[in-house]
């Protein structure tokens, strides 16, 4: 049986003081039954890192270099992260796709090179408001996820966390529907089911504008198995309430 798992998103938010009193508070509070990752941005790996030492919250970071050293100024390796603990790699964000030009195949790289690792990357996948609205979201999901396919073993493909994130429902309080979210799952579960032996096992967490109020309706669809959280995962009730939402939905299941 998939546990369920919330990942926190920090983007390019917070400070040593922030991060220090966000922690405090999640980690004096956190529900059981439930995975919970918290991925900080990279220079604030190790001090994250030092606060969830023995926590049970694993460490998680926001992206990747897909090649393993060298004249990459900027960039930071699978290696790095994985000296400092880290143990999620969100790649293929949709702000990754749209503000640094990401296609499809160096998000597939990014994840293959995070799971040569032996590190467990968090590919985020998603059709935008015009591909919805033009009809073509099945297709823009095969597109992204055939790429994956393409570039990763059957082995290593198995051992991914998915991440449904519609692009009009990041960051703008619209959060997908559970009969849209629901229907998308469903359809991804058909596409692994083509590609794997143990399809059942792989998590596929919805992201976009979850909030308290929303968390425990999508948690409880048969085919969602947590969240990814950007703007609340900043606020420590929040969180805390999205998670014991999964917690709640968990046992329901
Ligand atoms: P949001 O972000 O929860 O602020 O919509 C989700 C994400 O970008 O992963």
Same mark, same amino acid.
């Given at each position: 049986?998939?546990?369920?798992?919330?990942?926190?998103?920090?983007?390019?938010?917070?400070?040593?003081?922030?991060?220090?009193?966000?922690?405090?508070?999640?980690?004096?509070?956190?529900?059981?039954? &439930?995975?919970?990752?918290?991925?900080?941005?990279?220079?604030?790996?190790?001090?994250?890192?030092?606060?969830?030492?023995?926590?049970?919250?694993?460490?998680?970071?926001?992206?990747?270099?897909?090649?393993?050293?060298?004249?990459?100024?900027?960039?930071?390796?699978?290696?790095?992260?994985?000296?400092?603990? %880290?143990?999620? &790699?969100?790649?293929?964000?949709?702000?990754?796709?749209?503000?640094?030009?990401?296609?499809?195949?160096?998000?597939?790289?990014?994840?293959?090179?995070?799971?040569?690792?032996?590190?467990?990357?968090?590919?985020?996948?998603?059709?935008?408001?015009?591909?919805?609205?033009?009809?073509?979201?099945?297709?823009?999901?095969?597109?992204?996820?055939?790429?994956?396919?393409?570039?990763?073993?059957?082995?290593?493909?198995?051992?991914?966390?998915?991440?449904?994130?519609? %692009?009009?429902?990041?960051?703008?309080?619209?959060?997908?529907?559970?009969?849209?979210?629901?229907? %998308?799952?469903?359809?991804?579960?058909?596409?692994?089911?083509?590609?794997?032996?143990?399809?059942?096992?792989?998590?596929?967490?919805?992201?976009?504008?979850?909030?308290?109020?929303?968390?425990?309706?999508?948690?409880?669809?048969?085919?969602?198995?947590?969240?990814?959280?950007?703007?609340?995962?900043?606020?420590?009730?929040?969180?805390?309430?999205?998670?014991?939402?999964?917690?709640?939905?968990?046992?329901?299941?």
């Amino acid at each position: 049986m998939r546990r369920k798992l919330v990942v926190g998103n920090w983007k390019m938010n917070g400070d040593r003081a922030r991060n220090s009193t966000l922690l405090d508070q999640l980690l004096s509070a956190m529900p059981a039954g &439930v995975d919970c990752a918290v991925c900080a941005p990279f220079p604030y790996l190790p001090q994250v890192g030092e606060l969830l030492a023995g926590s049970g919250v694993a460490l998680g970071a926001q992206d990747v270099s897909e090649f393993p050293d060298g004249a990459h100024t900027g960039d930071v390796s699978v290696a790095m992260l994985a000296d400092w603990g %880290v143990h999620f &790699v969100i790649v293929g964000h949709s702000e990754r796709r749209a503000f640094h030009g990401e296609s499809d195949g160096v998000i597939a790289r990014k994840a293959a090179a995070v799971l040569a690792k032996e590190l467990v990357p968090i590919v985020c996948f998603g059709e935008t408001l015009v591909e919805r609205e033009s009809g073509v979201t099945e297709q823009v999901l095969v597109r992204q996820l055939d790429a994956l396919a393409a570039n990763l073993s059957p082995d290593a493909l198995q051992r991914i966390v998915l991440a449904y994130e519609p %692009v009009w429902a990041i960051g703008t309080g619209r959060a997908a529907t559970v009969e849209q979210v629901q229907a %998308v799952l469903v359809f991804v579960r058909r596409w692994l089911a083509r590609h794997l032996s143990a399809p059942e096992r792989i998590r596929i967490l919805y992201g976009g504008s979850v909030k308290p109020e929303t968390a425990g309706g999508l948690f409880g669809l048969p085919d969602a198995d947590g969240g990814l959280i950007g703007g609340a995962s900043l606020v420590a009730e929040s969180f805390l309430e999205i998670c014991r939402a999964a917690a709640r939905a968990a046992q329901g299941n």
